[in-house]
């Protein structure tokens, strides 16, 4: 591997097959390609080293070393597999690795449930043995409890509670939900069903939060319980809740507020023989492509990025042990696909 002085775009653009031109244009974060092109970009330029002088200035300025010292391992504390805790830890880990830094993904078993048996496992696992810990979304209170009162550094990848002694990154999906009812209420659209938990944890809450306060900023007057859709425990009561809810309510937008629940709105709209966005539009929350919608309307919510963010927020962390904590939230990018239309005044009193 070349040095990193000896690094150029050239090199990166003749890796990929692209030109100097996009190569930098990915590497400043400008418009005019796709996701995924950048993706690689950034990726290859890890690989091989090289850094924008922005890039040197930010970990600089930030107290983060570039290269040499102390080779830190750290630990994604998880609680069995999900995709979203997959993509964050790819951008925890690539980030590190850039930096000369490893990172484990320690998971707790389903028996660990009680405080005690949950404080055995993390010394067994030696957790508090690490040089800081990534503390991962969706666990249980419990767990999360447990970890957060280790002395170790900490940055929690969700939305902390008052008072929490640890640093966060997590995606913004107040503002994500925010901008799915503003778009649809630009396009007319004044009754929009609610597909989603509400309960659980801090982020479905937040979620139909933002929903609430979005539809009143919007000036759309509903109840918010007579539009909201949550999950059912079998896909075929899912439907029948959905085709009750549309008979009842006549909505012409759904908003699916988590993931998985994106291709049973496509199984009903299916089953009810609704076409999309001709009689409904659909909006979502996504982390990936989907199948059920290829070119779905939404914000993307930028998980990678977020455990990249992370990388970076725990090393200045360990640099800044003094300073005070913070919480940091990653807006979405929108992406416009083609499962909105807009409608017009009388559509609405059909």
């Known amino acids: 591997m070349k040095r990193r ?26 418009r005019g390609m796709s996701e995924e092109t950048r993706r690689q970009v950034f990726r290859t330029a890890r690989e091989l080293g090289y850094r924008t002088k922005a890039q040197e200035l930010s970990l600089t300025i930030g107290g983060v070393a570039l290269s040499g010292g102390k080779q830190h391992r750290f630990v994604l504390a ?28 320690i998971a707790c078993p389903v028996r660990a ?3 005690s048996a949950l404080r055995e496992w993390v010394e067994r696992s030696g957790i508090p043995y690490a040089s800081g810990i990534f ?9 999360e409890k447990t970890l957060l009162e ?13 008072g929490v002694e640890a640093d966060s990154v997590v995606w913004d999906v107040y503002d994500a939900m925010a901008r799915c009812v503003g778009v649809l209420a630009e396009a007319g659209h004044t009754r929009i069903v609610y597909a989603g938990h509400i309960e659980g944890h801090r982020g479905f809450r937040l979620r139909w939060q933002a929903f609430k306060e979005a539809l009143a900023d919007n000036g759309i007057r509903l109840d918010p319980r007579e539009c909201l859709l949550e999950p059912a425990p079998t896909l075929e009561r899912w439907i029948r809740a959905f085709a009750e809810k549309r008979e009842r309510m006549r909505p012409t937008a759904v908003i699916c507020a988590v993931e998985y629940l994106l291709p049973w709105v496509a199984a009903a709209c299916e089953a009810l023989r609704i076409v999309v966005p001709d009689e409904v539009s659909v909006v ?18 930028p998980v990678r990025d977020t455990g990249a963010r992370a990388a970076d927020r725990m090393l200045w962390r360990i640099a800044n042990p003094h300073l005070p904590y913070e919480h940091s939230r990653l807006l979405c990018r929108w992406r416009e ?10 559509e609405m009193t059909k």
Do not use: M, Q, W
């Open 135 to 143: 503390i991962a979304p969706l666990l249980s209170p419990t767990l």
């Open 337 to 346: 696909g083609n499962t909105v239309r807009k409608i017009i005044i009388n």
């Open 113 to 115: 449930r009680t405080p």
């Open 78 to 105: 998880t609680e069995g597999d999900d995709g979203i805790v997959d993509v964050l830890g790819e951008g925890i880990r690539e980030r590190l690795a850039e930096l000369g830094h490893r990172l484990d993904r």
């Open 5 to 30: 002085k000896e690094v150029s775009l050239k090199d990166i653009a003749a890796r990929l097959g692209l030109t100097v031109h996009t190569v930098s244009k990915a590497l400043r974060g400008r």
């Open 150 to 162: 280790l002395p170790s550094p900490k940055i929690l990848l969700n939305y902390p509670k008052v």
């Open 284 to 301: 979502s929350l996504e982390t990936s492509e989907s199948a059920a919608f290829p070119d779905i309307t939404c914000p993307a919510l």
